[in-house]
């Protein structure tokens, strides 16, 4: 389907609780609001370095809920660890990450607050300007981050995919190439992956806030959407 974000029903008899928190927005240019994004990224950086000294991050509710569902989808979430605990790890060990992009950072910034899996995509490069949530098919490449090579994705595995072309493995493991945010990103697709029952609220109003600065620091046009086993597809 055109313009939409998805997730096929099948993934809900794996993962009934799962829920995502969609934006979709419009960017014509970040660069003004760049010194906005990197003041705001620093302070959540400090915030959490000094605040996740001796927690067990693992052992947290949410990124708790990210390991179970790896496991449930049959990824072993130790040898590939969601995008959110490693995010975190880093940050708690050394309270630094590198500024990569406005919008990154911003997601990343986000991400930490609530301690919420959050994603960016580039819809330029999305067929048909679509991605779904669903279990990998006979055809499915992905082009892992850095090269031009893509490679096969064995069948059954629980993935973000555009087309035929997978735009992150193992459900929140590692985007690829194809899909990244590059200085000539203006259309975006940003999900946050959550759990009815244990951290939607927190999955609402971060893409609440996420939508909010995008609007009033970039000027971007955004529309946001909630997907669910009651809703499994947001219209754009």
């Known amino acids: ?88 790890r880093r940050v708690q060990k050394s309270g630094v990450l590198p500024e990569i992009d406005p919008i990154v950072d911003l997601g990343n910034a986000i991400s930490l607050k609530y301690l919420l899996a959050v994603g960016a995509h580039d819809l330029a490069n999305a067929q048909e300007n679509s991605i779904a949530v669903r279990f990998s098919e006979a055809g499915d490449l992905f082009r892992p981050m850095g090269t031009l090579t893509d490679e096969a994705v064995p069948e059954g595995e629980l993935v973000y995919v555009s087309g035929h072309q997978v735009k992150t493995r193992r459900f929140i493991w590692r985007q690829s190439d194809d899909g990244k945010i590059t200085n000539l990103t203006t259309e975006y697709l940003i999900p946050l992956d959550g759990f009815i029952g244990t951290n939607d609220d927190d999955v609402i109003k971060a893409r609440d806030e996420f939508a909010s600065l995008l609007t009033e620091w970039f000027g971007a046009s955004a529309s946001t959407g909630f997907v669910s086993k009651e809703n499994n597809i947001f219209n754009f």
Do not use: W
């Open 1 to 88: 389907m055109n313009n939409s974000f998805s997730v096929e029903k099948k993934v809900f008899e794996v993962l009934p609780d799962y829920c995502v928190g969609v934006i979709r927005a419009s960017i014509p240019n970040k660069e003004g609001a760049a010194n906005a994004v990197s003041e705001l990224f620093r302070k959540e950086l400090q915030r959490f370095f000094h605040q996740s000294q001796g927690v067990a991050l693992r052992e947290t509710k949410n990124i708790s809920a990210y390991r179970s569902a790896l496991q449930k989808a049959g990824i072993n979430p130790n040898k590939f660890m969601c995008s959110i605990e490693a995010l975190s």
